[in-house]
């Protein structure tokens, strides 16, 4: 799995953003935290949790679900599989008259927000549904299902951060964990989604990065796969014009040059110098936090790099 998201369309972002302003009009432009069993009930989406033990509910999400361009076999123990295989968390399943949200009930609290609300973009965006809503014998090629599964995370976070309103709030405060931190308690979302929104929703045009990865000094904490060492990396528009030639491991590389032991809260910061696509030196004010399984790191764009004689 790639640590980078496909980029998504101009006109999906529009045409996503407008079904989140209408549906947060419909639900008269509420307060954050978001109360996604409001958008669930003007939705008519039901909601259950489902546990690997459950052969039964197995077995039912089993007939309905696709996953990487395969129709899967109507099994509980191949369900099984794909649930290991895929790390599967949540999904949506359609039928004529029902529409039902699953979530893996061994899913901590504060995380299931995220899940439930890209499976809500899912059910509200009409391109998706149509998809979704194919026979058995339909299937997604890998290329389709990897954009729509990165348009229903980029309409999930839009949609738990109420559109706008976290950019507006964001751009009144400086990038900083203290600020992360405060957003991520008054919107009610995690610290790994928040900082993703600060990244790519606060100043769009300027270059900032961010990872998620393994901590160095203690790879065995985290659920990483063999060999990875950054999960996901994270990228403004600016970063990704004039930095697209940054790697994951380049990123991870940096950040180890002033990383502390420490399993939790801050493990430390430093100024990292790297080249843009013409081969410009420049400094990136980086800062890393661990949240007690894996290590959270931005990396903030502050000038061209200045040589000293």
Known sequence: MSAIEPSIGKYEIVD?????????????????PLKLEDVRELQKLDLTYYSKSDLNLLDEIAHRAKMAGSTLISTASRMIDVVDRFNLR??????????????????????????????????????HRSLLLGDNESTLSPTCHQTMEAEANYGGRRLIFLGERFKKEARDVPFSWAHIQSLNKRYGNTLTTTL????????????????ISRHPYHPDIGDFEPGENVSHMIRSNGFQTRFANI???????????????RKKGPVGEGVFTFQDINGERCDFEMSSFCNGYTILTYGVFRSVHKLIF
């Open 196 to 211: 993703w929104q600060m990244v790519c929703e606060r100043s769009p045009e300027h270059p900032v990065f961010a990872i």
């Open 16 to 32: 996503i953003n407008d079904h989140i302003t209408r549906l947060l009009r419909d639900l008269d432009n509420p307060e954050p």
């Open 90 to 127: 949540g999904l949506l399943m359609l039928k004529e008259n029902e529409k039902k949200i699953f979530i893996d009930d061994q899913v901590a609290q504060l995380k299931r927000r995220f899940i439930i609300s890209h499976e809500i973009i899912h059910d509200l965006l009409p391109w």
């Open 247 to 261: 790697t994951p491991p380049q990123a991870y590389q940096a950040l180890q040059s002033y990383i502390s032991a």
